[in-house]
């Protein structure tokens, strides 16, 4: 082989070599237990008379089983629906302030706009068990200032922790920690228009806010898909605002949310096959949720187009 060969060969093969560390570690740290947790969602353990001695519990195959009690698991279904009435509250809530500041610090009347990004973006840079626990003790009567100000003026101390208020107050905590992000996202979008457009459209006799509505919103409509879609994730893998808070109130059950039922079937009574089945559902739930979503956003932006 000569050594231009040689030397083509080892062109061709550069990007391959580059991709091994990370095809390594993505099977080690994610394909690998994603498949392992597939296989226990199709094993069970087998109990031999009292389940006492060598052998008497054994691991078996399972079929469907563990997936058909997880479908039909009242504690899991009360769980997402929780989640979706969760998801109601926070994901429009949170992508309007996102849109709404983005489009704020987008114009030309905001003063310290470097400072006013960063103090937006802050919350997200604190860990979500942090905040949790900053807003939970906020949110207790006897701790809070908030509780303090209303006994004072005379007004209403309403219970945040328990009842419909608490969807409230889970709700604010991934609004007050996810919208700088977002709002990132959109800005960068909002930045990136010529500012030509904006010239033009003024030109023409344009408002401030017919700009924002008719230009800005629908050139960023790609990176509010893009945001609606990682809310939705992060949406239905709930567990950080409701595991921390739970301490605090009896509301909040261990089952609060799927994650939640999924971490205590496995750590708590030691059912890891059924959490693996449940953990799998809960997976391809956000899969097609994700999926669906994406189709039906382009199939719109194609639609769009061909107008």
Not at 105 to 134: E, N, Q
């Amino acid at each position: 082989m000569t050594s231009a060969r040689r030397k083509s060969y080892g062109v061709k093969g550069a990007p391959y070599a580059f991709l091994i560390p990370a095809t390594v570690l993505f099977s080690l740290f994610f394909a690998l237990p994603i498949g392992y947790a597939v296989w226990l969602s199709f094993r069970k353990v087998h109990v031999s008379g009292l389940g006492l001695g060598k052998g008497a519990r054994e691991e078996v195959w399972a079929g469907l089983s563990n997936y058909t009690d997880a479908l039909t698991d009242s504690e899991l279904i009360h769980g997402a629906l929780r989640v979706l009435g969760y998801g109601c509250i926070v994901v429009p809530v949170m992508l309007g302030l996102a849109l709404l500041f983005a489009l704020m610090l987008d114009s030309d009347k905001v003063r310290f706009t470097s400072f006013t990004r960063l103090a937006i973006f802050l919350p997200y840079a604190i860990p979500g068990v942090v905040a949790a626990m900053l807003w939970g003790f906020l949110y207790l009567p006897d701790v809070s200032p908030f509780y303090y100000v209303l006994e004072k003026l005379g007004l209403p101390q309403p219970d945040l922790l328990d009842g419909g208020p608490l969807y409230l107050a889970l709700s604010n905590i991934a609004v007050w920690g996810g919208t700088g992000f977002n709002m990132i996202v959109i800005y960068t979008s909002l930045q990136a228009i010529p500012v030509e457009v904006y010239e033009a459209a003024k030109l023409d006799g344009a408002t401030p806010t017919q700009i924002a509505l008719r230009i800005k919103i629908p050139m960023v409509a790609p990176s509010l898909v893009l945001t609606f879609f990682f809310s939705i994730i992060a949406t239905l893998q709930v567990y950080n605002e409701p595991t921390t808070l739970k301490p605090l109130t009896n509301s909040v059950s261990t089952t609060w949310s799927p994650l939640m039922k999924v971490y205590r079937d496995a750590f708590g009574t030691n059912d890891i096959y059924a959490a693996a089945a449940q953990a799998v559902i809960i997976a391809l739930a956000t899969l097609l949720l994700s999926f669906g979503f994406l189709r039906a956003a382009n199939r719109r932006q194609k639609q769009e187009a061909a107008r």
